[in-house]
């Protein structure tokens, strides 16, 4: 029987690299996500955001660091690692030939569930909080992008997952669905799972992260509170902020003048 190693940490992803070629994607990067929280993963397109994100779930492979879950080495238990995690990627997953009733089943089965009952009333509830009903029988290539997305991430949610990773969840969501998806991700939380959402949208990580890792060219430049963040930037507005950290403001004035020239 293969022992399991285990640590005392509910999350963690220490001193993380990734390179292709010659290009370094994940600069060693580290963080942890306690347990019951939401934690944001913030930075523009490029940052390394997805890059942190496979090498969590085994995608691609580091080349430093270590990353481990409830104990878990991610490397060393990949099984039962995977069995603890709800994923929502990037890019849709989704069976386009199936209807959201046989993609459930589907799943459901290859979980071996023994309470069938239990997840069809969840199953249910998603359903009808998010105005899914009307598409449980229709097949999902006829769907629209944000009902695609919302059956996506029930998917992630179904088995109750200690860490529910997101990656650009809310794309093709309207506000109305994103109000509830909030609200059911929260109540995941106070259940005692976390999540880790990663996004570029300044105003979904401080409307629902309780903390925040934001990077930048693969490189972490904070780890912490958005209101920890106010204390050392001397601002309360968080895109000020998060602007300020990236240069932003000096980078395209330097920019806009060179464009100015070049444009005479």
């Known amino acids: 029987m293969k022992t399991i190693e285990r640590n005392d940490k509910f999350f963690s992803v220490d001193n993380i690299s990734k390179s292709y070629g010659n290009f370094l994607a994940v600069d060693d990067v580290s963080f942890e996500i306690k347990k019951g929280e939401i934690f944001g993963l913030l930075g523009p397109n490029g940052a390394g955001k997805t890059t942190v994100i496979k090498s969590i779930l085994g995608?691609?492979?580091?080349?430093?660091?270590?990353?481990?879950?409830?104990?878990?080495?991610?490397?060393?238990?990949?099984?039962?690692?995977?069995?603890?995690?709800?994923?929502?990627?990037?890019?849709?997953?989704?069976?386009?030939?199936?209807?959201?009733?046989?993609?459930?089943?589907?799943?459901?089965?290859?979980?071996?569930?023994?309470?069938?009952?239990?997840?069809?009333?969840?199953?249910?509830?998603?359903?009808?909080?998010?105005d899914l009903t009307q598409y449980y029988k229709k097949s999902i290539i006829a769907l629209s992008k944000g009902t695609k997305r919302k059956i996506e991430i029930i998917a992630a949610l179904l088995h109750n997952p200690k860490l529910i990773i997101m990656d650009e969840p809310y794309n093709g969501i309207d506000p109305v669905s994103i109000a509830s998806l909030n609200k059911i991700l929260r109540m995941h939380v106070n259940q005692g799972a976390s999540i880790l959402f990663s996004t570029h949208i300044l105003e979904v990580i401080e409307k629902i992260c309780d903390r925040v890792c934001i990077l930048d060219r693969g490189k972490k430049l904070f780890d912490g509170?958005?209101?920890e963040l106010s204390k050392e930037g001397n601002e309360t507005d968080f895109e000020?902020?998060?602007?300020?950290?990236?240069?932003?403001?000096?980078?395209?004035?330097?920019?806009?003048?060179?464009?100015?020239?070049?444009?005479?």
């Open 225 to 227: 509170t958005i209101k």
């Open 59 to 130: 995608e691609i492979q580091i080349e430093n660091g270590n990353i481990s879950l409830l104990g878990l080495d991610a490397l060393k238990n990949q099984i039962e690692f995977k069995s603890l995690i709800g994923y929502v990627p990037e890019d849709s997953f989704l069976y386009e030939s199936m209807t959201p009733e046989k993609l459930f089943n589907f799943i459901l089965s290859i979980r071996q569930t023994n309470d069938n009952e239990k997840y069809t009333k969840r199953l249910q509830e998603y359903f009808s909080i998010l």
């Open 240 to 264: 000020k902020l998060f602007l300020r950290l990236m240069k932003h403001d000096e980078n395209l004035a330097i920019s806009l003048k060179n464009l100015q020239e070049a444009i005479k």
